[in-house]
């Protein structure tokens, strides 16, 4: 199916470091999604973009929603250890109860 | 906010023989449930669209005969994999929605999924 591609693939950084992820499609979508997913468990979602230019912060996260609704990305500041994780950004079409598409993720090592 | 069981959440079978996982809304009704199938170091891949009472939709390239679903009250929907074969080892995700708990979670809460390991 079809995939979001996600960059970087992976990160290793310093406690205390702010980090950018972006994610992009080919094909537009009218929802974005940034999810954390640890080892073993189901991802958790950070944050939701619903429309196009919509820029939310969430804590230490900001994401925005790309102006050509195609791309998103995800800032974390001042990263701490339980950062650490599988970032995925996920797109939707038409709202509620519609499929949503995974990107490719981001794997995020925090060192202290 | 909304929470959703899955169970169990390990599992190891042996090849040939068929595995029930559960994935449940505790305290919403789901009226569509969607379960993904992840490899190691992967993305979540959507394997198929239930929808309370009706018959599944499957992704393109999924057997669903293989992989049946049953979507039988708002609040389970069960995934059997059926004469599991070494290569259906994978981390199986279940999430499930609710149009009316938008805002909060956008009505898509995922399970904490189900590690299958067939021997």
């Known amino acids: 199916g079809q995939q979001l591609n996600q960059s970087p693939q992976s990160m290793f950084i310093q406690e205390g470091e702010d980090v950018s992820m972006n994610c992009t499609s080919s094909?537009?979508?009218?929802?974005w999604l940034w999810y954390k997913q640890e080892p073993g468990e189901g991802p958790v979602l950070l944050i939701a973009l619903y429309k196009a230019g919509e820029l939310t912060s969430n804590g230490r996260l900001t994401a925005q929603f790309g102006i050509t609704r195609k791309d998103s990305f995800l800032n974390i500041s001042a990263s701490i250890p339980s950062d650490v994780g599988i970032y995925f950004c996920a797109g939707s079409l038409t709202g509620t109860a519609s499929k949503l598409t995974f990107g490719t993720g981001t794997r995020l090592q925090v060192t202290l | 906010g909304a929470v959703v069981s899955q169970h169990p959440s390990r599992v190891i079978c042996k090849s040939g023989t068929s595995v029930k996982i559960e994935c449940r809304s505790l305290d919403f009704q789901a009226t569509t449930m969607f379960w993904y199938r992840q490899f190691p170091k992967q993305s979540l891949m959507l394997m198929a669209t239930?929808?309370?009472?009706?018959?599944?939709?499957?992704e393109q390239g999924v057997e669903k005969d293989k992989f049946l679903i049953n979507h039988a009250s708002l609040t389970l929907s069960t995934l059997t994999v059926t004469s599991a074969h070494p290569e259906d080892s994978s981390f199986y995700i279940c999430?499930?929605?609710?149009?009316?708990?938008?805002?909060?979670?956008?009505?898509?809460?995922f399970g904490s999924g189900t590690r299958l390991t067939v021997v």
């Open positions: 094909s537009i979508f009218n929802t």
């Open positions: 239930s929808n309370e009472g009706s018959k599944a939709t499957y």
């Open positions: 999430s499930a929605t609710d149009s009316f708990i938008l805002g909060e979670t956008y009505g898509y809460t």
